[in-house]
């Protein structure tokens, strides 16, 4: 660890916790920024779609927490010898759970953003059924650049935006049923 390494990881707990606490607030203020600039339809959905949104990335950052870093930590640590123990930096403990629980937290935004270009008309069932194959092999490659290069991590990951790309799906026959 460096000199000020204690100083650094204290420091950025308290910013990455503060930022997580601090998003339903920024949300809201922005919320009310636009506001005034919105149709009724689209403010009707508005406090729905930023609590669905805060909503699932804390269930990402839960899921990494729960599940996803503890299966990731067992593995690397089994990958050692019996006579050489892990030292673990903290700067690069912190920093491998971090980017974990950030990237797991904006991954199961996947839902809310297929809302959005759904009500835009970007985006159909229809489609996402049509290109399901490619979108498995994207989760595929995107859970190898979040997750640490071990098969466990990526199937801990993968299997879940599988899923969440299937509740993707019907999220957006529920907008198309709608309209």
């Known amino acids: 660890m460096k000199v000020q390494g204690m100083f650094m990881i204290k420091w ?4 990455l916790g503060g930022v997580v606490l601090a998003i339903p607030v920024l949300t809201y203020q ?3 920024f636009i506001g005034p600039g919105l149709h009724n339809n689209e403010k009707k959905i508005m406090f729905p779609l930023v609590f669905f ?24 640590t089994s990958m050692g010898m019996v006579e050489v123990n892990n030292n673990f930096s903290i700067n690069y403990y912190f920093s491998f759970i971090t ?28 489609f996402m059924r049509h290109y399901r194959r490619h979108a498995i092999v994207f989760i595929l490659i995107l859970s190898a650049f ?11 990951m993968s299997i879940p935006l599988a899923i969440l790309y299937e509740i993707s799906i019907g999220v957006s026959w529920m907008v198309k049923k709608d309209k």
């Open 53 to 76: 949104s805060y909503l699932a990335f804390l269930i990402g950052v839960v899921f990494a927490f729960v599940i996803l870093i503890p299966y990731s930590l067992n593995f690397f």
């Open 30 to 32: 922005l919320a009310k």
């Open 146 to 156: 979040i997750t640490p290069p071990d098969p466990i991590s990526l199937i801990f």
């Open 99 to 126: 980017m974990l629980l950030l990237g797991s937290g904006v991954i199961f935004e996947l839902p809310i953003i297929v809302f959005i270009l759904s009500s835009m008309g970007i985006l159909t069932p229809a």
């Open 12 to 15: 950025g707990v308290a910013l």
